[in-house]
């Protein structure tokens, strides 16, 4: 897959949180018929699962696969363990840099059991492993490198490596756990049965302005690892400690970014929360994790959404909701054309919020890009399963929205 020169211009994204191997089981009934409140103190459950797999993902991972789907420079930057290689080939394919993707030592990559049922309510186990270091993966060297000029024989697919993040860490978090390696993707292109090509979307003139008509930039022109800083970032559910420190990071650096608390929630003080959300440019929650903040923090949802530029939250298939400049917008679900699998689908979804704010489109229309690929990958089985069809594309949002 031959690729142009990068453009330093062009918008990047780093992109904070977890790389994991998803075990994925299909349960072919309803959890809550087998629920007895009354007896929850003696909770001893068993499923029978027809269809078991296991799968790429971690919340970090799946963002940063959705939005390069959608043709953006993006950098993921996470701790993996010694069993991270096909996982990293998977990358190559892709044409992910895995530079700031630091292998720890000694641990094994996270892993995600996730149990879902025809109503789509999901069980999920996780065990941390690798990640659990990720606060020695520094956000401050990251974005430093990147703003640093390129060498010029560089094409866009590799840069010079950055200094090992764990000892620059080593000082503040009093852990040195691992080596640390870290490597770059240098794959010369992606895998042909897997499409990541996507084209001009010149039907969006009848919903925004002809400027803005364009929906989807070809991939070959922002080919993720090109020179140039990074422009947003964002903070997806990871090791606390690592959430907390890389938020002060993009914050010192003026780094806009997006946090994603999601399943950490519970493991952060309302102190914590309160200290990122203020240092946060856009907060996206779904509705349990939003009743949840607003428990914790004490504040209201609108309270919460007069702390940044944006407070996005997504009710599944009642839709999503957006408050931005005071204003409450409601954003339509869109339907499924053939439900397979929630797995991944809010992180697709985040990652359509991501393009959008980094396209410069209005949150109407981010809404709906979020809105329609968040659908789109439950259609897909696994958090990576979704490739994006520009015409596909272009025709499921005009039906949707137009």
Not at 74 to 87: I, M, N, Q, R, S
Not at 309 to 328: F, M, N, Y
Request: net charge negative; hydrophobic share 40%.
């Amino acid at each position: 897959m031959p690729h142009s020169e990068a453009r330093p211009s062009s918008p990047k994204a780093l992109i904070c949180g977890t790389f994991a191997y998803d075990t994925i089981m299909i349960y072919s009934g309803r959890y809550r018929d087998h629920l007895r409140p009354e007896a929850a103190h003696v909770l001893d459950l068993s499923f029978p699962y027809e269809q078991i797999r296991t799968d790429f993902g971690g919340c970090g991972a799946n963002v940063s696969y959705h939005l390069r789907q959608l043709g953006m420079s993006v950098l993921p930057l996470a701790t993996v363990g010694v069993d991270f290689e096909p996982y990293s080939l998977w990358l190559d394919q892709q044409l992910i840099p895995r530079r700031y993707i630091q292998v720890i030592e000694d641990e094994m990559t996270a892993r995600a059991y996730i149990m879902t049922d025809l109503e789509d309510s999901q069980l999920t186990a996780f065990h941390s492993a690798a990640s659990a270091w990720a606060h020695n993966n520094s956000v401050a060297e990251a974005l430093a490198a990147e703003a640093r000029p390129a060498p010029e024989e560089s094409t866009g697919s590799t840069t010079a490596e950055p200094p090992h993040a764990a000892e620059a860490r080593a000082d503040a978090t009093g852990s040195t756990h691992g080596s640390g390696t870290q490597s770059d993707s240098g794959a010369p292109g992606g895998s042909a049965a897997h499409r990541v090509e996507v084209g001009d979307y010149g039907g969006f003139a009848e919903y925004e302005e002809p400027e803005l008509a364009r929906l989807l930039p070809d991939p070959h022109k922002g080919v993720s690892g090109e020179p140039g800083p990074v422009t947003i970032g964002m903070i997806t559910p990871d090791d606390p400690r690592a959430m907390m420190v890389h938020a002060v990071d993009f914050a010192a650096a003026e780094v806009p970014f997006l946090f994603d608390p999601g399943q950490q929630i519970g493991s952060l003080s309302p102190e914590e929360l309160l200290h990122m959300i203020d240092r946060s440019t856009w907060l996206a929650l779904n509705e349990y994790e939003a009743e949840l903040v607003s428990a914790r923090t004490g504040l209201a949802r609108t309270e919460l959404a007069a702390k940044v530029e944006a407070l996005i939250v997504t009710r599944g298939r009642q839709g999503s909701t957006i408050w931005a400049a005071e204003k409450e917008l409601t954003i339509e679900a869109v339907p499924s054309a053939a439900a397979v699998d929630p797995t991944g689908a809010g992180d697709a979804y985040r990652a359509g919020l991501l393009f959008g704010i980094m396209r410069g489109y209005d949150w109407p229309l981010t809404g709906r890009i979020a809105s329609l690929m968040g659908a789109m990958a439950t259609e897909h089985f696994g958090a990576q399963g979704l490739y994006v069809d520009p015409e596909e594309f272009q025709q499921r949002f005009d039906t949707a929205f137009l």
